[in-house]
């Protein structure tokens, strides 16, 4: 759900314009804040010379006053769907408001743009030119306050909308619940048989998650994990790392290569990553003893060198990230591809220990459904809940696309989740496929199973438009405050949720239709532990 943020966050309810007066090449770029998040919209392009060229932006301005439609009810009593109209009314005159401002702004600009021009200052004196911009100054500085005010207006239009809207979704729930009740109640006279033939029909199905977690099975270490990402191993720097309940350290050999060793000395079981690294070696700090890549002692300072060697894992470099095998079944040759689709650029890598299993953060990540209820103070903010959400998957794979949401969605062993988010209208993300989308972000969720109730989460976020977002000072710094937010939002829940399994709930007591991804994902584990010939979805062992 990390990602989903950053799309919402991207996507501003208001658009910006600015009108073709030159034919020279320009850029425009605005930052604009808005509540719970930072929205960044770039144009770049050359602007025509022709006057009478319709610009593409225009149409972003050009919005009808809503004024004179505005709701007859003052005085009135109003029932729920009434007050619902009146507040998409407030919504409706706020965006407009708000894009009058923005367009004040921009006027201001040229005006002040008008100004510095070099032919200007031939017939304009020092002085004029200094109280012109000294105006303009004030004005811009008035129109960007109003902009806020219109912020925050929005903003309250938006709660009250989202109020309404659950009240309306509350209602139309009530009716429906006592239809179907009234439709499945079965009447004195129903047979017994007949009964039973419909229960038959309708099975309960369920997986069996609870208790505390077992240990894990040496099977599910017989794969190529991602541990790090590349910009945070540099020659001279180690990272500490858990998995599968051990202690790693990762650093760079002599020849650059990264290395994958335990991360205790053989000496005093100091841990190394406390050390330092020496010409390629990892030195313990406790009494100098270097080690290197493969786990050699190759310096032992102030007594006789020891054959020593510490236990080292299979640790190789691709497409930005570090991978290691930690199983003993001798690693494959190849490694999976976690590169963006073509087009897209990296814009943020993150990462983070959270304090959960790393089935249960899975199981979140693979679901969808849980947004408009879950993330009410971030992306999902103002969402309607949809009267059906569905996650459509070929038959026997373990990837598929969310129905109403337009993002495709995949789950890739052994633990990580691929996604990509089609932006499809500010603010929201339903109504289309991403294939009818211009604008997309793509994340990648990496969950490491540091122990049974510890995970290192790396994230990988990437966009197909506004690369100019990758030069703003740091960014990196938002890009990692929104994903905060975002899986906060969802911690408080899984932590809840962890801490009742390991009293004996079943986290997965009653699988329902948008669950499907999350449950391949549980049948795909369950048959590695089990040893099965043939994993399911389309995998073999």
Not at 167 to 183: A, F, I, M, Y
Not at 273 to 294: A, F, K, M
Not at 448 to 469: G, I, Q
Request: glycine content about 6%; charged content about 25%; overall charge neutral.
């Amino acid at each position: 759900m990390t990602a989903i943020a950053t799309a919402g966050a991207l996507s501003l309810p208001i658009s910006l314009y600015r009108s073709c007066k030159t034919s020279s090449k320009k850029r425009l770029v605005q930052l604009q804040g808005v509540k719970g998040g930072f929205g960044v919209f770039a144009v770049f392009g050359e602007e025509s010379s022709l006057g009478d060229k319709k610009s593409p932006w225009g149409t972003l301005f050009d919005v009808e006053d809503p004024r004179s439609k505005v709701p007859q009810c003052k005085g009135k009593f109003l029932d729920v769907y009434q007050a619902l109209e009146v507040a998409r009314f407030d919504i409706q005159y706020c965006d407009w408001r708000a894009r009058q401002d923005l367009l004040t702004i921009m006027l201001l600009h040229e005006k002040v743009v008008e100004v510095l021009n070099p032919l200007a200052r031939e017939y304009k004196s020092i002085g004029t030119m200094k109280k012109e911009l000294a105006e303009l100054q004030g004005e811009l500085a008035q129109a960007h306050k109003q902009v806020h005010i219109s912020e925050a207006r929005v903003a309250t239009a938006l709660d009250k909308l989202a109020y309404m809207e659950e009240l309306v979704n509350d209602k139309l729930l009530e009716d429906r619940t006592t239809t179907e009740s009234n439709l499945a109640s079965p009447s004195s006279s129903t047979p017994t048989k007949s009964m039973d033939t419909m229960k038959n029909k309708l099975p309960r199905k369920s997986l069996d998650v609870s208790g505390p977690v077992r240990p894990y099975h040496p099977r599910l270490k017989n794969f190529w994990y991602p541990v790090a990402f590349t910009t945070d191993l540099k020659d001279d720097t180690m990272i500490p790392i858990d998995c599968f309940e051990e202690p790693w350290v990762l650093f760079r050999g002599k020849d650059g290569n990264p290395g994958c060793v335990q991360n205790t000395c053989a000496h005093r079981a100091c841990p190394l990553h406390l050390g330092s690294v020496n010409e390629g070696r990892i030195q313990c700090p406790y009494h100098g003893w270097e080690y290197t890549t493969d786990g050699k002692c190759e310096k032992m300072p102030s007594t006789r060198l020891l054959n020593v060697k510490i236990k080292s894992l299979p640790c190789l470099e691709q497409e930005g990230m570090i991978w290691i095998w930690p199983g003993n079944d001798p690693p494959t040759t190849t490694l999976p591809s976690l590169q963006p689709p073509s087009g897209f650029q990296i814009h943020a890598e993150i990462v983070m220990e959270l304090p959960v299993e790393h089935g249960l953060l899975l199981d979140n990540l693979l679901d969808l459904a849980h947004a408009p209820f879950t993330h009410t103070s971030t992306f999902a903010k103002g969402w309607t809940v949809p009267s059906l959400v569905k996650f459509f998957t070929p038959a026997s794979d373990l990837q598929g696309y969310w129905d109403p949401y337009p993002i495709d969605m995949e789950f890739r062993p052994p633990c990580m989740v691929l996604s990509t988010i089609g932006i499809s209208k500010p603010g929201k993300l339903e109504g289309q496929s991403t294939r009818e989308c211009t604008t997309h972000l793509h994340q990648l969720h990496v969950c490491l199973p540091s122990s049974r109730k510890k995970t290192r989460l790396l994230y990988r976020m990437s966009l197909d438009f506004a690369p100019v977002l990758k030069h703003i000072p740091f960014m990196q710094y938002l890009w990692r405050h929104f994903a905060e937010q975002v899986l906060n939002e969802d911690l408080r829940l899984v932590i809840g949720q962890q801490e009742r399994m390991l009293n004996g709930a079943n986290v997965w007591n009653w699988p329902v239709i948008y669950d499907k991804l999350g449950v391949r994902y549980r049948l795909w584990r369950d048959a590695v532990e089990r040893g099965a010939k043939q994993l399911p979805f389309g995998k073999s062992m």
